[in-house]
């Protein structure tokens, strides 16, 4: 420890504060006591464990210490005055306050003064920024707690708990990430953030915030600082294969756990963030790694080594040290360790545990002892150590008690004079120290401790808290405190009542305290029976009031003041294991649903009461009756413990025994409409007990529209004779009043033991869901009847089938009664009526509404329905006839008419007037409507049984079929087709009239069958005429099983004789487009397919010829496939073709035999049975299918895109077998005839269809393309540029068509009128079988090529003859012959593209008579040029090919041969061609000759940047200093000495005369360059200079005009990038240093060196090109580092077309060049690229090799931008993509690269903002301007310029001073050509506020653009915005 401070109180700034408030506090204690005396026991929970009063050494000197106590003493001694009886306690607290002051000590060094305490951290002194050692005690979901040394509690927020989870945000999935990496137990090192005061009520308690982030407590060590054997911590930041990366905290260098020294398996499992402990293992200083071990035993024991000038910042607490015994304090040890620092062990952390009076003797000094750092405190430089055993060993000590446990016969250890007792508790396993403070040891006051307390007595002691890090618990004696029932929160119950003060009332309730200390809560719902709308009124803070409590959760204690919970004597419902059924409790509602009420009890137990036990009236909502937050007394009903459910009733006593005998579930009774409701009737039963019951809407009819006009008509008072209870709901009753209910009554179930499977019971619809529909019986039994269960029809929608309250008959198909489930079908089929239960329920309804709406009508006439009996004859008059029939009206019965039908009218033409007798069929009683007939055959069937007639208008009575019985079959016609029901006569009982249903239960919202007048049916007699069905005779419909009820013995014999081959006479009873349905026999169905009419000849609609009803005689052929829709085994399967139909015994032979005997290329026919979007689906036969592709269905482009209207169900096609598939009996045809194979057969060649894309399948469809073929075809994709179409010729086959096939003749876009999905006519050219590749298959879309491949061409057709013939073959070509061709890529020469074979060369020279400046903009990509061919050479395949016209060719040979026409001394005048760095190349003028100036001829002056001072293009004037006409070259001199004055003149005016056509030129530095003084004179000069010398004026505008071409197309040797820095350059020019350009010009100098060098091989190659290897080998080994020597070698090679020769020649000179020679070895890389790309196989692969080989030998970057440049050329889009996006990850930081994404993308037409946003976050920042103003130049080039002015833009808000900016963007502006636009941009840049040479330069380049665009007044206009700036720069100076 350092020197002590100064002992002055003044240099201490805490002492002072902690005098004074030592004075306060002994007040503020001291009135407290005297207030409430000592009746109140403070409950110290374990947060509030108190600090041991331990003293402590003051940090004042003895004297001042003794000043201090006069002080105290002297207050004291005026205290006593007037409280003579608290004297003595007040001296206590002023020895127990007087060791409290200075607690942490800053000085006691080894010499010097020892102090008397022990470093001691206390709420008081403990600061920010203090190291903490601490055990967690808590973890919650956002913090966690942790124990502190002297029983302190701090809290770590979830983002200080680590550096990772800060910085990361790392969390589990459950959000749980603090549980997840620590524990409670944990031992952590922790620093102080800071220490808060707390907001709540207790003022004097403090909160300390806590951080573990490792970076605050490392702070200060370095990676040097780190040495082996040093115990860090750190977080797990990832985990990898072998091991785990550690974090400590710093970027600047990394740990790693390696697996094999991880821990155990029996330890947990790493995960990321956890935070560990390891001992330095090893350190890779190179890597900056430190390798860490985190065995618990080699940590544990690892001791903190003494290293030399360590600081305190770096001891962190947890970290073991050797330390020696300095001397005993009054309360612990004085130690010393890592020889400067000295630290104190507090009497609770020595060695032992129970420390006696004489520990001291244990300890003597420089005894050597091993401890760790409990706390650093750096502002005092106080340490506190700890001896405990188990922190030693890194362990938190375990504890045996818990808080509140009593403990009898525990030991008195040690007494400590004035401060407490230290106990040994008798715990288990092993005793408990615990502390007990003086004044906690009595109610009383103890005056002397060691007078009422010996060594070794045995007390009483209740443990009142735990310090986790100490290990020691913390008790109390008072007698009080064993009295109370509440001590902690572990000893509150639920349902208990105390007594509590309230302290605080808040928005959310009111906190209260309990006696004993601990805090509750009282919820705002909870603070009274009722609302309170302002609860600070009801509650008064230091009110007692009565509480019950509800729950204790967490420490989390909640109480309820509602006074019926309150004073309740009822048990209490805490658990649910105490509901037992009929407990009888109070709860209180929660809240409510329709279906009931939820009720919470106690210890958040919760129950439900159901609707029914709510004891609610009928049709009355429960939110009427309760209320949430209302207490209910409840009865217990049932309970489930396990499933955590109670079952309760607010009906507290059962109902009485009548009650329950009449309201049993199934009984019938009686009841009277008491009133109505929207939704329901409500009744009561007719009985001695007054009983309620309620019918809902659905069940008062099983007819759904029956129901709604029952309740229409419904009246209160309505007695129903007979309702079915269907289940009990409290007091009331569930009705039903449905007639199939009431009927089946008996057999409907109520529970499981009812139930048998197979069995059919009626039920209701109770509810239905999306996977099936819920049947309920009586009471709560409910069924289940699956989706697939529930109609016979899997594709209805079941709440299209069904609806809520149906009547339904169910099938039990399954009973669980394990699981208490019913499995039901309600199947039709499975379920259909037996009876007429359901009309016979309807008629009866429908007489009972009737009734109804008699009773409230005024019609008198009530007995008229006995006139119209069913089926006797009644005499009426037609009253009006219409064109649905007549209408009879009745004498006797006014209100009452009559209706016949057209169909019943039987041939009568009666008029209006005329008397009829007719037949009654019908009767509505309700619309008092009857039908009648006037068919012969039912009036003359009743004439026959009826007496003689006395009047015609008496009633006549038929006598009763006394044939007619119960479930007989009868034969029956139909008369009348209702909704509901069908009139049925009976021809065979003397024309009977009967009723019979259409629907039935389960079908009555299906689809039902269609009936007409007249039309037979099977029925049987289910209810003869009586009372019960209305009079009426009552039939059922056998339409669900037709052959069921009326089998016979006859029958079924006839039905065995039918076998396949059986000739049947068959009726037909539906037409369909693919088939015709029959019937024959009784009960037997057939069909016919379309195959099965005619033989072999094709019929366009074979079933014109038939008509529904015919008889027609087939033949049986077999019976349908079980998978049809049918899906039924009685279907027969017919014919009638005339060859099945003529002999039998033939027939079955064929039948028998399945055949499918087809072969590839036969002709079939089939009738389309399906089109979709692609495929027609045919029928062939009755098992062989066939499907026709789109595109094989046709090659003419207009029936192709009308495929589906050409098609249509049923139609007929002939087309050819193209592929067969035996497996499926699958056929695919084609619409043309297939060609022979080369053999001339075609053979059965069979090819899987379901795996098209197989190469079996490709090669075998292939096999029928021939060269010629005409296909139709779809284009799938147009490539970009010349790649010309992809076209779809089949499911997966796919053609290509060449740029140069896409048109008959050469037009200039043969793109146009071509897109995507556009049909085409094509034919095949070549097709291309690779043994194992994909099939290429080359198409035309050339008109005139149809039919020329089919014939052979007699001779060679001359290209002048046809001028749109493509050259197939490269023998064809001949020089001077005249071609077409598209222009497919121009860099270094421009390649045409004369056929889809042959592609020609253009030398740049050749392109056209004149100077081309940019050969890519005057010759695009697609371009159509004419041309000659001037060289052809076959074996190499080179075309070489001149635009030039003959004339300038001719010019050009005649100069070349007239060289002898120049001499030596002649002036010539000439443009530049071309500038290179050792000089011009000038085109002489009037000639076609072009002669060199070299560098050192061009200036008197030396020249530093000869492309700076001349562009090609420029008119210069030389001298002819040598011609050689041996070799043809001329040699030229420019200096001023070779000129006279006059042609100097001369020229110069001639250059004045050009540079007004062209006056864009490259910059000049030199000439914009101005001194910066004078600047503001320099602009002046430079505006009125352009008058008096307009050649000068104009050189130095066009100097400070920035060019507009910028030329990215080879990025690699592009100078576009620097175009920022040489205008920044340009502008800045005065202020760049003469170093600069030195550095400048030496680089130039090299790089023209190097110019020169390959421009004399160049030369030397031209003077004698070597012809042969040894002249190349000459060559190379004068030259061997000259890549252009090896590549022409390599070129010379390929000539040959000796591949392997050109492939040793490159490596060769990979191996020779010199390693030093870079750029060298680079160009042979990129030659050995191309000579892979153009004869590598495969290709891909073999570039790939030799890229990898070039990256370990030469610039990585320079590699894949020349293997990108290589895509790039070849139009390898794809691959260059893939390349690119490679690039722009690994070389994310180059501007370059990403300059050629960009640039790759907006080629390709694509949006570039995501690359360019990419390209932002990878690049460093000093490239970002670099980067935008390219991409810029680019967007404006080649993209879209608006995004380029954006561009620009942003970059000038941000720069608005770069002129360099300005300069760029303005050019790219020009370039555009918006004059205005432009214009207003200039008045932007000289609007700025810049320097003045930068000024000078913008007005320069606006003078000049008006120059060019403007005319005499923009220009003075120029002018005079100069002057202006230039004069208020004069007057602002």
């Not at 129970?354 to 401890?371: G, I």
């Not at 750096?378 to 009593?406: C, E, Q, W």
């Not at 139909?1141 to 035999?1153: C, F, P, Q, R, T």
């Amino acid at each position: 420890m350092a020197a002590r401070p100064n002992k002055s109180p003044k240099k201490n700034s805490r002492d002072g504060p902690k005098h004074q408030s030592f004075k306060k506090t002994s007040k503020i204690k001291h009135e407290s006591k005297e207030a409430n005396g000592r009746k109140v026991l403070p409950v110290v929970m374990e947060d509030d464990a108190p600090d041991f009063p331990r003293g402590g050494k003051s940090a004042l000197s003895r004297q001042e210490e003794d000043e201090v106590r006069a002080e105290v003493d002297a207050e004291f001694e005026a205290e006593e005055r007037e409280l003579k009886k608290m004297r003595k306690m007040k001296q206590k607290k002023s020895y127990a306050m007087e060791e409290d002051l200075g607690s942490l000590f800053g000085g006691g060094g080894i010499t010097g003064k020892l102090p008397r305490f022990v470093n001691k951290i206390t709420l008081k002194n403990v600061s920010p920024g203090m190291k903490l050692w601490g055990v967690i005690c808590e973890v919650n979901q956002k913090d966690l707690v942790v124990t502190l040394p002297g029983g302190l509690r701090g809290l770590v927020r979830a983002n200080e708990a680590s550096d990772i989870f800060s910085e990361n945000e790392v969390k589990d999935a459950d959000g749980n990430y603090l549980s997840s990496i620590f524990c409670i137990g944990q031992l952590v090192s922790c620093i102080v953030l800071q220490v808060n005061d707390d907001k709540m009520e207790d003022k004097g308690k403090k909160k300390i915030w806590l951080s573990l982030r490792l970076s605050l407590l490392h702070k200060g060590l370095t990676f040097d600082a780190v040495q082996e054997g040093m115990i860090l911590s750190a977080y797990v930041k990832s985990i990898e294969d072998h091991g785990c990366i550690l974090h400590f905290g710093f970027a600047s260098f990394s740990g790693f756990l390696p697996i094999k020294t991880q821990t155990d398996s029996s330890e947990a499992k790493m995960i990321t963030g956890q935070l560990l402990q390891g001992v330095v293992r090893s350190i890779d200083k190179a890597r900056r790694v430190v390798y860490l071990s985190s065995d618990p035993d080699i940590v544990s024991k690892s001791v903190t080594k003494d290293l030399k000038g360590i600081s305190i910042d770096l001891l962190v607490p947890g970290m073991m040290v050797n330390a020696r015994v300095e001397s005993t304090l009054e309360n612990g040890i004085m130690l010393s360790f890592l020889t400067y620092f000295t630290g104190t062990v507090d009497i609770f952390h020595i060695q032992t545990s129970f420390p006696a009076t004489n520990w001291r003797e244990n300890y003597s000094r420089n005894k050597k002892v091993n401890a760790r750092i409990l706390f650093i405190d750096p502002s005092t430089r106080a340490v506190g150590l700890t001896m405990n055993p188990h922190l030693v060993y890194n362990k938190a000590p375990p504890f045996h008690v818990k808080i509140g446990d009593i403990y009898d016969g525990s030991r008195v250890v040690r007494v400590d004079k004035g401060l407490g007792l230290l106990l040994e508790v008798p715990s288990t396993p092993v005793p408990t120290p615990a502390y007990v403070s003086i004044f906690d040891v009595a109610d009383e006051e103890v005056q002397k401790l060691e007078k009422k307390f010996k060594e070794g007595n045995h007390v009483r002691v209740r443990i009142l808290g735990l310090r986790h890090l100490e290990g020691i618990a913390v008790g109390v004696l008072k007698a009080s405190a064993f009295e109370g029932s509440v001590f902690t929160h572990s000893d509150v119950k639920p349902g208990m009542v105390v007594k509590a003060k309230v302290i605080a009332v808040e928005s959310f309730g009111a906190i209260v305290l309990l006696s004993s200390g601990v805090k509750a809560l009282c919820p705002l719902p909870h603070m009274s029976e009722f609302d309170i709308a302002k609860p600070r009124k009801k509650f008064k803070i230091g009110a007692e009031l009565v509480f019950r409590v509800l729950g204790c959760k967490s420490k989390r204690i909640t109480v309820t003041h509602k006074k019926t919970l309150v004073k309740s004597k009822l048990g209490i419902l805490s658990s649910y294991a105490d509901a037992t059924n009929g407990l009888v409790t109070h709860g209180w509602i929660t809240k409510i649903e329709k279906h009931g009420c939820f009720v919470r009890f106690y210890n958040g137990v919760q129950g439900f009461a159901s609707r029914n036990e709510l004891g609610l009236e009928p049709g009355c909502d429960a939110s009427s009756m309760y209320h949430v937050g209302q207490v209910v007394k409840c009865r217990v009903v049932s309970a489930i413990p396990a499933s955590r459910r109670i079952n309760l009733s607010f009906i507290l006593s059962p109902m009485r025994a009548a009650v329950d005998d009449i309201a049993k579930v199934g009984n019938l009774v009686s009841c009277i409409v008491e009133r109505l409701t929207p939704q329901a009737v409500i009744v009561y039963v007719k009985a001695k007990v007054y009983l309620k019951g309620s019918i809902s809407m659905e069940h008062l009819a099983d007819h759904q529209g029956h129901a709604a006009l029952m309740k229409s008509n419904l009246k209160r008072g309505y007695e129903f004779d007979q309702l079915l209870v269907l289940d009990v709901d409290g007091n009331s009753l569930i009705l039903s009043a449905k007639y199939s209910l009431i009927n089946s009554a008996k057999q409907i179930p109520l529970d499981l033991a009812e139930i048998h499977p197979n069995s059919v019971v009626h039920g209701y619809v109770c509810n239905l869901i999306e996977t099936g529909c819920f049947v309920r019986f009586l009471g709560r039994l409910t069924g289940f009847s699956p989706k697939n269960k529930a109609t016979d029809s899997e594709r209805v929608n079941l709440s299209e089938a069904f609806y809520i309250g149906q009547s339904v008959r169910s099938k039990i198909v399954n009973v669980n009664n394990e699981m208490g489930r019913i499995t039901l079908s309600l199947k039709q089929s499975s379920c259909y009526s037996t009876d007429a239960s359901l009309i016979q329920g309807y008629f009866l309804l429908e007489e009972k509404i009737a009734r109804l709406q008699m009773s409230e009508s005024v019609v008198t006439d009530t007995n008229w329905v006995e006139s119209f009996k069913t089926g006797s004859i009644v005499e009426g008059e037609i009253h009006q006839s219409n064109d649905f029939g007549v209408v009879l009206s009745f004498k006797e019965h006014n209100d009452v008419f009559g209706f016949i039908s057209h169909y019943h009218l039987g041939g009568t033409t009666a008029g209006i007037g005329s008397v009829v007798r007719a037949v009654v069929l019908d009767i509505s009683v309700a619309e008092r409507l009857v039908d009648f007939s006037l068919k012969p055959e039912l009036v003359h069937s009743i004439k026959e049984d009826i007496s003689n007639c006395r009047t015609p208008k008496k009633k006549r009575k038929r006598e009763s079929s006394m044939d007619l019985e119960v479930h007989q079959t009868v034969k029956a016609t139909v008369e009348i087709v209702k909704e509901n029901y069908l009139v049925l006569s009976l021809p065979e009982h003397n024309n009977t009239i009967g009723y019979a249903s259409i629907t039935d239960y389960n079908t009555q919202k299906l689809p039902q069958k269609h009936f007409v007048n007249g039309q037979s049916v099977l029925a049987t007699i289910e209810a003869l005429p009586s009372p019960l069905t209305t009079g009426r005779l009552l039939l059922l419909l056998n339409s669900h099983s037709e052959v069921a009820g009326v089998s016979s013995s006859k029958r079924a014999k006839k039905r065995s004789s039918y076998n396949v081959g059986s000739l049947v006479e068959a009726e037909i009873t539906d037409i369909k487009p693919l088939e015709l349905s029959l019937k024959f026999g009784i009960g037997f169905r057939g069909r016919v397919h379309i195959t099965e009419v005619n033989d072999d000849k094709i019929v366009e609609d074979p079933f014109s010829k038939f008509k529904i009803g015919q008889l027609l005689t087939a033949r049986i052929v077999g019976m349908a496939n079980k998978s049809e829709k049918t899906k039924k085994t009685n279907w027969w399967e017919l014919s009638v073709r005339p060859t099945m139909l003529s002999g039998a015994g033939d027939v079955e032979g064929g039948i028998a035999k399945d055949s499918f005997d087809f072969s590839t290329g036969q002709c079939v026919t089939g009738y389309v049975v399906k089109v979709d979007r692609e495929w027609v689906w045919l029928a062939v036969s009755r098992h062989v299918k066939a499907r026709l592709f789109l595109l094989d269905s046709s090659s003419e482009p207009n029936e192709l895109q009308e495929f589906q209207n050409r098609f249509h169900v049923g139609k007929a096609f002939t087309g050819y077998i193209f592929s067969i598939n035996k497996e499926k009996k699958l056929l695919r045809l084609v619409s043309r005839p297939l060609c022979v194979v080369s053999n001339g057969e075609l053979g059965n060649e069979t090819v899987n269809m379901d795996d098209p894309g197989s190469t079996n399948s490709n090669q075998g469809i292939t096999t029928h393309l021939h060269k010629g073929d005409i296909l139709g075809g779809r284009i799938i994709k147009i490539f970009p540029g010349v790649g010309g179409l992809l076209v779809q010729i089949g499911p997966h086959l796919y053609g290509k068509v060449h740029f140069t096939e896409l048109a008959d003749k050469w037009v200039p876009n043969p793109l146009l009128g071509y897109h995507e999905g556009k049909f085409v006519k094509c034919v095949v050219l070549e097709v291309g079988n690779a043994v194992n590749g994909p099939v290429h298959v080359d198409l035309s879309l050339r008109t005139c090529l149809e039919g020329i491949h089919s014939q052979k061409s007699v001779g060679q057709v001359d290209d002048v003859d046809l001028p749109n013939k493509r050259v197939e073959n490269i023998e064809d070509l001949h020089p001077n012959m005249i071609v077409k061709g598209y222009v497919k890529n121009v860099s270094k020469g421009c390649f045409i593209m004369l056929s889809r074979k042959i592609d020609a060369k253009i030398l740049l020279s050749n392109l056209s008579d004149g100077f081309i400046e940019n050969p890519e903009k005057e010759f695009p990509i697609g371009k159509l040029v004419n041309g000659k061919v001037l060289s052809v050479e076959p074996l190499s395949k080179r075309v070489e090919v001149t635009l030039k016209s003959a004339t300038s060719r001719g010019e050009s040979k005649s100069g070349l041969v007239d060289l002898s026409s120049l001499h030596v001394g002649d002036v010539i005048s000439g443009k530049i061609k071309r500038v290179e760095t050792y000089g011009l190349f000038i085109i002489i003028d009037h000639t076609n000759m072009v002669g060199l100036c070299h560098l050192s001829e061009l200036s008197d002056d030396h020249i530093d940047n000869i492309e700076s001072k001349y562009r090609a293009g420029d008119r210069v004037v030389a001298k002819v200093l040598k011609v050689d006409e041996e070799r043809h070259r001329i040699s030229l001199g420019m200096k001023s000495l070779y000129i006279s004055d006059d042609t100097s003149s001369h020229v110069l005016s001639d250059q004045n005369n050009f540079e007004v056509v062209d006056g864009n030129g490259t910059s000049d530095d030199s000439q914009i360059s101005m001194p910066e003084e004078n600047s503001l004179h320099g602009i002046q000069d430079a505006v009125f200079e352009t008058e008096e010398c307009p050649i000068l004026a104009q050189a130095e505008s066009r100097a400070s005009i920035m060019p507009l071409e910028v030329a990215l197309d080879d990025m690699e040797n592009s100078d576009s990038e620097n175009i920022i820095s040489r205008t920044q350059e340009h502008v800045n020019k005065a202020d760049t240093p003469a170093e600069k350009n030195e550095r400048r010009a030496k680089r130039k100098a090299k790089e023209e060196r190097e110019k020169e060098i390959m421009a004399a091989e160049a030369r030397l190659l031209a003077k004698d090109k070597p012809s042969t290897a040894d002249e190349f080998e000459k060559l190379v080994r004068s030259s061997p580092n000259s890549s252009f020597v090896w590549i022409k070698y390599m070129d010379f090679a390929l000539s040959l077309s000796d591949v392997e020769k050109a492939r040793s020649i490159a490596e060769r000179a990979l191996r020779t060049i010199n390693i030093r020679e870079e750029a060298e070895k680079l160009n042979i890389w990129v030659a050995y690229f191309n000579i892979e790309n153009e004869y590598g196989n495969p290709r891909q692969e073999a570039v790939m090799k030799v890229f990898q080989r070039a990256l370990q030998y030469s610039d990585p970057k320079k590699v894949h931008l020349a293997l990108l440049g290589l895509y790039e050329r070849t139009e390898q889009h794809n691959l260059a993509d893939e390349l690119l996006e490679k690039m722009v990850r690994k070389y994310k930081h180059a501007c370059k690269v990403w300059l050629r994404q960009v640039q790759s993308l907006l080629k390709q037409g694509k949006d570039v903002q995501t690359t360019v946003n990419r390209a932002l976050l990878s690049l460093p920042r000093n490239k970002h301007i670099k980067f935008i103003s390219q991409t810029g130049i680019l967007e404006f080039k080649s993209g879209v310029p608006d995004r380029g002015r954006s561009m620009f833009e942003g970059m000038l808000r941000e720069y608005p001073k770069r002129t360099d900016l300005w300069s760029i963007y303005l050019d790219q502006e020009i370039r555009l050509g918006d004059v205005e636009f432009i214009r207003a941009l200039f008045e932007r840049a000289t609007s700025l506020s810049l320097p003045p040479k930068k000024m000078k330069f913008l007005f320069k380049k606006y003078l000049e653009f008006e120059k060019s665009h403007g005319d005499e007044e923009r220009v003075e206009y120029v002018k005079r915005k100069a002057m202006e700036y230039v004069e208020s720069s004069l007057t602002g100076s």
